[in-house]
């Protein structure tokens, strides 16, 4: 796809992706197109069947990946003033569809309110990616001409991840002084797929050092101290050959929300100033690992984005 069209907004405080597209085609037709389920059928995720009034019901079929989204389910229609709004909510989101004329073609205004609260936000380079696939499905239909889907889903998404900051570190109190903390989602991958990935096929073991995948030679490591698979996994990190602190590796799975890896390191006060290389490691890593649990091998590290990244995080820091 090319560079990102969406801007995810926070709107009530809820985020929310809004999609702007220009459409040389008249009002009533665009209509049809985002309301009749056999027009829908040839650019919407899932199949639709509806009651086209508010209140009605909408309900919603994957042919192809019934596990995804839930595995499709039944929403409402929360607005219906023909030809110009068409709203529902599909699980936890707002999914909202606004025409207007444009010369003598149509402005269509789209917009998804995600629910999930930061989880659900998690997932909006995802949805914003798929969106755009979508959308560009519906230009095709209505100049009746073949669409064909791109290829590259993993970069559309990871240029969505820099764009909307979604691979970004935080840093936080925590009992004994600092955490980086980070989360980052995984798509729909399984969990015994995630797990597979972070620890090689080999089981890690309390005591035993922590799967090569899992750390990195900015962060010295230590041994396993806690194992909870396919979910979890800590690990002691080291500052001049002794303890500083612990990695922690969680993994998560929601059907409304998709997998995300979670990662938090503590840090002493005393060891503040490896925060920036902390941090850009960490999310370095992070991108190295989403492109391996999509099937994407990177080598060798690209040493000249963690310091980009940590020039990023020294600037937000001092």
């Given at each position: 796809m ?8 926070t709107?009530?405080g809820?985020?929310?992706l809004?999609f702007?597209r ?20 040839h650019?919407?995720p899932v199949?639709?069947?509806a009651d086209l ?6 309900r ?7 596990e995804a989204a839930?595995?499709g ?5 929360t607005?219906y003033d023909p ?9 936890g989101?707002?999914l ?12 269509l ?6 629910g ?18 979508c959308?560009a ?6 100049a ?8 590259d889903h993993?970069?559309s998404?990871?240029?969505y991840?820099?764009?909307?900051g979604l691979?970004e ?14 989360a ?7 969990l015994d797929?995630?797990?597979e ?6 089981e ?6 922590p ?9 010295p490591?230590?041994l ?5 698979p396919?979910r979890a996994?800590?690990?002691?990190w080291?500052?001049?050959g002794?303890l ?6 969680e993994?998560?799975h ?5 997998t995300?890896?979670?990662l938090?390191q503590?840090?002493p006060d005393?060891l503040?100033g490896?925060l ?6 960490w ?8 492109a391996?649990?999509n099937?994407?091998e990177?080598r ?5 984005r ?7 995080y020294d600037?937000?820091?001092?």
């Open positions: 090319d560079a990102p069209r969406a801007e995810l907004r709107v009530a809820e985020s929310e809004r702007e220009r459409l040389a085609h008249p009002v009533p037709k665009v209509w049809r197109s985002i309301t009749d389920p056999i027009e829908l059928e650019w919407f199949l639709v069947e009034r508010v209140g009605g019901y909408v919603f079929t994957f042919l192809d990946a019934p839930g595995g389910g039944e929403g409402e229609v607005e030809p110009r709004v068409f709203g529902f909510r599909w699980g989101d707002e909202r569809f606004e025409l207007g004329p444009d010369g003598p073609g149509s402005l205004v789209f917009t998804q309110g995600l999930g609260g930061a989880l659900g936000r998690l997932g909006a380079a995802r949805d914003a990616h798929g969106w755009d696939v959308l499905a519906l230009e095709a239909r209505l009746r001409r073949h669409f064909e889907e791109p290829q993993l970069g998404v990871e240029r991840v820099d764009a909307f691979g570190g935080e840093v936080e109190s925590a009992d004994e002084g600092l955490a980086v903390r980070f980052r989602d995984l798509l729909w991958r399984s797929s995630v797990w990935v972070a620890t090689g096929g080999d890690p073991r309390v005591g035993a050092a799967p090569t995948r899992l750390t990195n030679g900015y962060v490591t230590g396993v101290t806690g194992c909870a396919p996994l800590e690990y002691a080291l500052y001049e002794e500083a602190g612990t990695v922690l590796w993994f998560a929601e059907p409304e929300l998709g995300r890896v979670e938090t503590t840090v005393g503040s490896l920036p290389v902390m941090l850009a490691a999310q370095t890593h992070l991108e190295l690992f989403f391996a649990v099937g994407d990177r060798p590290w690209p040493r000249d963690t310091e980009e990244l940590r020039r990023r600037e937000r820091l001092t």
